[in-house]
Structures are given as structure tokens and as C-alpha cells.
């Protein structure tokens, strides 16, 4: 089955700085990858997602870029803020299948 | 629309108790998704439901059963609690199998002693 590595596990900026997310993926199938964002003692919600027909998609302030041939995809987050503070999930999954592989997550701190 | 609820919100059993945990969705969804997230472990998937009337076995499916009641209800069953089934529980649903997106409910916090 699909897994999904995810780097790093935590990652502390100050704010206005740029933040990275990394992950990597085993099965070469997939074709769609998510992006959850999990506020403290709060519900993930998917604030970006990228299909494997396109290599970058932004919105405002966060992209995601893709990289078939080395299976992996990352977040980038620009001109961080205070509220940008959460755990940050990707997740990989294929045409038809019925669920989402996550990683396991990355807790970001951004600092005032 | 209420989305994806989920009942109780907070629970407290005993070692051996046994309790279900409730969700329903009012989005006119065909696939229904537990998981448990415990710290540093991410999101595991528990039991999914890709149809009304379909359940399977999802990572960590040892200890629990699922009843897919009717298209908007999917409940997750703990015969026997054990203090490892410790962690917070949430519920999701996603449309079709054409989309991807899956919404999650507020989380049920299960604490076994």
C-alpha cells in the first residue's frame, strides 16, 4: 500500500519568515495530494491540494509544488503569521480509491 | 448545513466498558471515514464505509466494529475498551469517489483508565 513520509516534524520560524513542508510518497499511482491544516484542539481542514498533472498551485500566501518522477510534493508557506501556527498533514491517494494515506504531520510554531 | 457531527465530544470509560461513538453527515455523502490521531502518529485510519451498505478495514482496525446505519449515519463501536484506545477520534465523509476532499468532524477525546 501507499506511504507517506512527512518532514520535518516540527519546524519554528518567526513571523514573515517562509516555511517548508516536505513529503514523499511510495506508490507511483497516486495522483492527488492534499494538505490539512489542524488547529489546536480543532478539526483537519484542507486548505490546498494539487493533482499529478500539474507541477505548482498557489493560493494567496501558500503553495504546493509536485515532483512526479521524485515522488514527493511540499508546502510552502510565505510571509508567515501568528495564526499560521497548526499541525500541518499531507496525504497521497490515487483515482478511485477510496482513502487518503496521511503523513504524519508537522507541528509549525511561528513566533512573533 | 451542520456538516459532519460527531457525539460525544468528551468520554471517559473504564478498562472493559464498552461505548459507541456516533457521527452523521448532512451533506448528502457517499463515503464515511473513522480515524484516531495520537501524538506523533498522525491521522490512522480505523474503519471506512466507501458506500452505504460497504464497510472495510482501514490500518488499525483491532478492537472496533462499524455499523453503517443509513446513508448519513456511520457509528464506531468499542466492545472492550483497552487504555491503548486512548486518543481522539474523528469522523469524516467525502463526497464520491470522483472527489477527493473529505470533510472531518469535531472529534470525540476517548480517554480509557
Known amino acids: 500500500g501507499e506511504n507517506v513520509e512527512q518532514h520535518p516534524s516540527t519546524l519554528s520560524v518567526q513571523e514573515g519568515d517562509s516555511a517548508v513542508i516536505k513529503c514523499t510518497y511510495s506508490d507511483s499511482a497516486s495522483n492527488y495530494f492534499p494538505w490539512y491544516k489542524q488547529e489546536l484542539g480543532k478539526r483537519p481542514q484542507l486548505i490546498i491540494d494539487i493533482r499529478s498533472n500539474v507541477g505548482e498551485k498557489k493560493d494567496q500566501r501558500i503553495a504546493v509544488t509536485l515532483n512526479k518522477t521524485a515522488k514527493h510534493f511540499s508546502l510552502h508557506i510565505t510571509e508567515t503569521q501568528p495564526e499560521d501556527s497548526a499541525v500541518y498533514f499531507c496525504?497521497?491517494?490515487?483515482?478511485?480509491?477510496?482513502?487518503?494515506?496521511f503523513g504524519k504531520g508537522t507541528m509549525l510554531l511561528v513566533s512573533p | 448545513n451542520a456538516g459532519v457531527t460527531q457525539t460525544p465530544k468528551f468520554q471517559v470509560l473504564k478498562t472493559g466498558q464498552s461505548m459507541t461513538l456516533q457521527c452523521a453527515q448532512d451533506?448528502?455523502?457517499?463515503?464515511m471515514y473513522w480515524y484516531r490521531q495520537d501524538p506523533g502518529m498522525g491521522l490512522r485510519l480505523i474503519y471506512y464505509s466507501a458506500s452505504e451498505g460497504t464497510t472495510d478495514k482501514g490500518e488499525v482496525p483491532n478492537g472496533y466494529n462499524v455499523s453503517r446505519l443509513n446513508k448519513r449515519e456511520f457509528s464506531l463501536r468499542l466492545e472492550s475498551a483497552a487504555p491503548s484506545q486512548t486518543s481522539v477520534y474523528f469522523c469524516?465523509?467525502?463526497?464520491?469517489?470522483?472527489?477527493?476532499?473529505?470533510?472531518f468532524g469535531p472529534g470525540t477525546r476517548l480517554t480509557v483508565t
Open positions: 451533506m448528502n455523502h457517499n463515503s
Open positions: 469524516a465523509s467525502r463526497r464520491t469517489l470522483d472527489t477527493y476532499e473529505q470533510y
Open positions: 496525504a497521497a491517494t490515487k483515482s478511485g480509491y477510496s482513502t487518503l494515506t
